[in-house]
């Protein structure tokens, strides 16, 4: 059986974070999306400066799946002040979890998913949280199946064209286990 391996990027994988990035994003909306804004966003959102910088932040993390070597999807996460909304600075935020079309269904998103929430536990994170697209159900039933709910609601723009993430959150620890510890 294959062996599907999870392994932190670091700055010397940018060009590997670039090509993946570009790749699983475009494979996922580039059908429902105009050329025009996919091009904006992709050169924008994956242009070696911007990856620098997330890969540079302490609060950010990415990590490779990686499948006899290549690159088959990747996850994002931040927690404190890099995290896209501030809703509480002891929340872990997963941003991407991205995977090559060739590859769904084989849990490697379910892998990603787990090192995030293995992370947020070693962190003591309260709880979990996410934006996803309005129009993504595959991801949707995702999170779902994986005890996300949606608590709100926040624009994403792509390009000249606003869309809508439902925000959810999957609580890990409780107020009272938080006090007592």
Do not use: C, P
Request: proline share 0%; no cysteine.
């Amino acid at each position: 059986m294959e062996q599907i391996i999870i392994e932190r990027a670091t700055i010397t994988g940018i060009r590997t974070l670039q090509e993946i990035g570009r790749a699983t994003f475009s494979e996922a909306f580039a059908a429902v999306n105009s050329e025009e804004n996919m091009k904006e966003y992709l050169e924008k959102s994956f242009s070696e400066e911007k990856l620098k910088t997330e890969l540079g932040n302490q609060d950010s993390q990415f990590y490779f799946a990686l499948l006899d070597g290549k690159a088959i999807g990747y996850l994002k996460i931040n927690t404190g002040l890099a995290q896209t909304e501030k809703l509480n600075l002891n929340a872990l935020e997963i941003e991407r979890i991205y995977i090559l079309k060739a590859f769904y269904g084989r849990k490697v998103g379910q892998l990603l998913y787990q090192k995030a929430i293995d992370i947020a536990h070693e962190i003591r994170a309260s709880y979990v949280w996410l934006g996803v697209w309005e129009e993504n159900h595959r991801a949707l039933r995702f999170y779902e199946k994986n005890g996300f709910i949606a608590f709100n609601k926040h624009k994403f723009w792509l390009g000249d064209d606003e869309q809508t993430d439902l925000m959810m959150k999957k609580v890990l620890v409780s107020e009272n286990e938080l006090k007592v510890s």
